[in-house]
C-alpha cells in the first residue's frame, strides 16, 4: 500500500469511528492576526457550551440533554448518566457547564438547564453534581436553584454560569418572551441576573436579601435573554451580553440593585417594527456599554487574556448566531472603544467561546452536526 492510500485508509477510519474527526481546518486573516480555524471535535447535536477540565479534556453540553466529554483525540464519549429533567423543547434543553473552583478536589460540575416543572411548563434551574472519577456519571446530581415562576414557552431561558471571585456563582435567566414585563418585577426571577452561593442559597449581599416580598436570589433587574457572560479579569466585576429584540443586544455591566431597562427602555424594535417600551433612556435605568443595531445574536463571551494572541489581549470576544462571527471588542475601563468582525467565513452559527488552558480560542457551533472549532495563530 502507498504512503497516500495508508493515509487516506487511516483518514476513512477515523470518520468512521464514534465521534472522532478528520483534521479540517480554514486560514483566516483578521485586522490584527492570520489565524487558522480548525475542527476539534464534530458529531455533536446543537452543542451549546464547553468547559475544560484540569487534563486538558472538555466537557460539552448538547441541547437536546447530553454532557459529554471531548477526549485529546477529538471522540466523544457516551453521554454522561444521572442527568434528568430536561425540558428539551424550544429554545430549552441542557445549557451552560460550569466546573467548581475547586473542582480538583471536589469534582462538582454545575450546569443550567431548562428544567420539566410538569403540564407542559419549564423554567430556568441549576444543578450540580459529582462528576465520577471515570467520567461516566454525574454522581448525587441536586438541583440548587429553579427560576420562577415556571412557563409553557418555550423561548428565552438565559443562560450562562460564572463563579466570582469569592466562588459564588452568578446564574442569567431570561424572560420567558412572553412575560417580558417581569423582568422590572423584584418578586420573581424572571429577566433577571442571580447571585448565589454554590449550594443554591442567596449570597448575604444580594440587594433584595432583606426586603419582604423580594426574590433574594436577584443581584439586578431589567434584563432580556443573557446569553452572554464573564468576569472582567481586571475588576472582578460580571459582564453579560444579552439579546435584543430587532436591534438592542446589549453589553452591560450589572452592578448590584440596578436596574438595566428592559422592556422599558430598548435601542431595539419589536419583531412586528413595533416600538418597544418608552425609548432608549429613562431616569433610574441604566445604559449598556455598547449595542448592536442591527441585531448580531449574541451568545458565549471571553475576556481574553492569553498569551498565543497578544493584539486581542484585553479584548471581548463573543460569538453571534444571527451573525455567523465572532466580534472583537476592544475595551478601555469600562468602556467599549472599537468592535472587529472577524471569521464571518465561517459561515457557522456560534453559540459559546471560550479561552483554552493552551491559549487558543475554542468555538462551539450550533447545528444539528455542531462542532468545537480551535482558533489559533498561523505562524
Not at 235 to 253: C, P, S, Y
Amino acid at each position: 500500500m502507498t504512503r497516500l492510500c495508508a493515509a487516506l485508509a487511516l483518514t476513512l477510519a477515523l470518520g468512521a469511528s464514534a465521534g472522532a474527526y478528520a483534521q479540517t481546518s480554514q486560514r483566516v486573516r483578521t485586522e490584527k492576526a492570520e489565524v487558522i480555524v480548525e475542527t476539534v471535535a464534530n458529531g455533536l447535536q446543537n452543542p451549546w457550551s464547553l468547559a475544560f477540565l484540569p487534563d486538558g479534556r472538555m466537557l460539552v453540553t448538547e441541547k437536546a440533554g447530553r454532557l459529554r466529554i471531548v477526549e485529546a483525540d477529538g471522540r466523544l464519549s457516551e453521554p454522561v448518566r444521572g442527568l434528568t429533567g430536561i425540558a428539551a423543547r424550544g429554545q430549552g434543553g441542557l445549557l451552560d457547564v460550569a466546573l467548581a473552583p475547586d473542582f480538583a478536589q471536589s469534582r462538582l460540575v454545575y450546569m443550567s438547564f431548562a428544567e420539566d416543572r410538569g403540564e407542559g411548563r419549564a423554567g430556568t434551574s441549576v444543578m450540580r453534581g459529582r462528576l465520577s472519577a471515570d467520567g461516566s456519571t454525574l454522581e448525587t446530581p441536586q438541583v440548587i436553584f429553579r427560576q420562577e415562576p415556571s412557563y409553557t414557552g418555550g423561548n428565552h431561558f438565559g443562560s450562562r454560569l460564572v463563579f466570582d471571585r469569592d466562588g459564588n456563582l452568578f446564574v442569567t435567566v431570561g424572560d420567558r418572551f412572553d412575560l417580558r414585563a417581569q423582568a422590572q418585577n423584584k418578586e420573581n426571577h424572571i429577566g433577571k441576573v442571580i447571585h448565589i452561593r454554590p449550594d443554591g442559597r442567596p449570597t448575604p449581599n444580594n440587594p433584595h436579601l432583606n426586603q419582604p416580598g423580594a426574590a433574594p436570589e436577584v443581584w439586578s433587574i431589567g434584563h432580556r435573554n443573557v446569553q452572554a457572560a464573564a468576569l472582567n479579569p481586571g475588576t472582578g466585576e460580571l459582564w453579560t451580553i444579552e439579546h435584543g429584540a430587532r436591534g438592542g443586544d446589549e453589553v452591560n455591566i450589572p452592578r448590584k440593585g440596578k436596574n438595566y431597562g428592559w422592556p422599558v427602555i430598548s435601542y431595539g424594535v419589536d419583531y412586528s417594527g413595533a416600538k418597544i417600551g418608552e425609548g432608549t433612556s429613562k431616569p433610574g435605568m441604566e445604559q449598556p456599554v455598547f449595542y448592536w443595531d442591527p441585531s448580531i445574536a449574541p451568545s458565549g463571551m471571553v475576556f481574553y487574556t492569553g498569551d498565543k494572541f497578544p493584539a486581542w489581549r484585553g479584548s471581548i470576544l463573543t460569538g453571534a448566531l444571527r451573525g455567523q462571527l465572532v466580534s472583537r471588542l476592544e475595551t478601555s475601563g469600562d468602556r467599549i472603544t472599537r468592535e472587529e468582525r472577524m471569521l464571518q467565513n465561517i459561515g457557522e452559527r456560534i453559540r459559546d467561546i471560550r479561552q483554552g488552558p493552551d491559549g487558543y480560542v475554542y468555538l462551539v457551533t450550533d447545528s444539528a452536526q455542531g462542532r468545537v472549532l480551535r482558533v489559533r495563530p498561523a505562524t
